[in-house]
Structures are given as structure tokens and as C-alpha cells.
């Protein structure tokens, strides 16, 4: 069992940053791929980047490329995600989760362990 704890939401103003971080407890996070995930009022739970184990491979949805970066530290059991340049558009409930059979997936589904989300809203 993976517990996923995630935290660094907040209200920001469009083009601020924000940094989320999820930790997880239970098991090593090294062993599973890891993505995040948004989810807006009214609309589906979307990819927003996902990272390999090793953090070697990395892919993020077209519309944060440039502008979102994702990280891992396997050593600190925690995984990052780096938003710049934030826009209204960003504004949504973040999850994070832990993909525990797959070497690589961006679909939601494959993912088993969810965190609770953290809520970013960015002000026009």
C-alpha cells in the first residue's frame, strides 16, 4: 500500500509559480512511475506530466510543455511538479499517483494509488 500525500496549492496570480509536491509513505516510490494529474469543475481528470522510475523519461501534456517541469528525488520519496507562467486556464484540483505495474503509461487508468489533490487556482 502507497499513501501520496500532496501539498504546495494555493491561489496565485497569472504568470506566478507555484511548486507541488507529493510525498509518499508506505512503500518506495523508485519502484513505480509517477504522474500528475488535474482535474477542472465539469471536466475529466487529465495528464498533466508523468515521470519514469529512474526519472529518465519524462512527458508532459502539450498545453504546460515549457512551461511545467516534473522531478523526482527517489532518495527523499517525494516527487515535484514546477509550474511557471501559470494561467486560469491551470486552475484545478492536482493529484498525484503511482502507476505499480506498468514501466510507462500516461493513461489514467493504469494508475493504482491516488493522492487526495491539492487545489491551484490562478487568478486572470
Known amino acids: 500500500q502507497v499513501q501520496l500525500v500532496e501539498s504546495g496549492g494555493g491561489l496565485v496570480q497569472a504568470g506566478g509559480s507555484l511548486r507541488l509536491s507529493c510525498a509518499a509513505s508506505?512503500?518506495?516510490?523508485?519502484?513505480?512511475?509517477m504522474g500528475w494529474f488535474r482535474q477542472a469543475p465539469g471536466k475529466e481528470r487529465d495528464i498533466v506530466a508523468v515521470?519514469?522510475?529512474?526519472?529518465?523519461?519524462?512527458n508532459y501534456a502539450d498545453s504546460v510543455k515549457g512551461r511545467f517541469t516534473i522531478s523526482r528525488d527517489n532518495a527523499e520519496n517525494t516527487v515535484y511538479l514546477q509550474m511557471n507562467s501559470l494561467k486560469p486556464e491551470d486552475t484545478a484540483v492536482y493529484y498525484c499517483?503511482?502507476?505499480?505495474?506498468?514501466?510507462?503509461?500516461?493513461?489514467?487508468?493504469?494508475?493504482?494509488?491516488w493522492g487526495q489533490g491539492t487545489q491551484v487556482t490562478v487568478s486572470s
Open positions: 508506505g512503500r518506495t516510490l523508485s519502484n513505480y512511475v
Open positions: 515521470i519514469s522510475r529512474s526519472g529518465g523519461s519524462i
Open positions: 499517483a503511482a502507476a505499480t505495474r506498468m514501466s510507462w503509461t500516461t493513461r489514467r487508468y493504469d494508475y493504482d494509488y
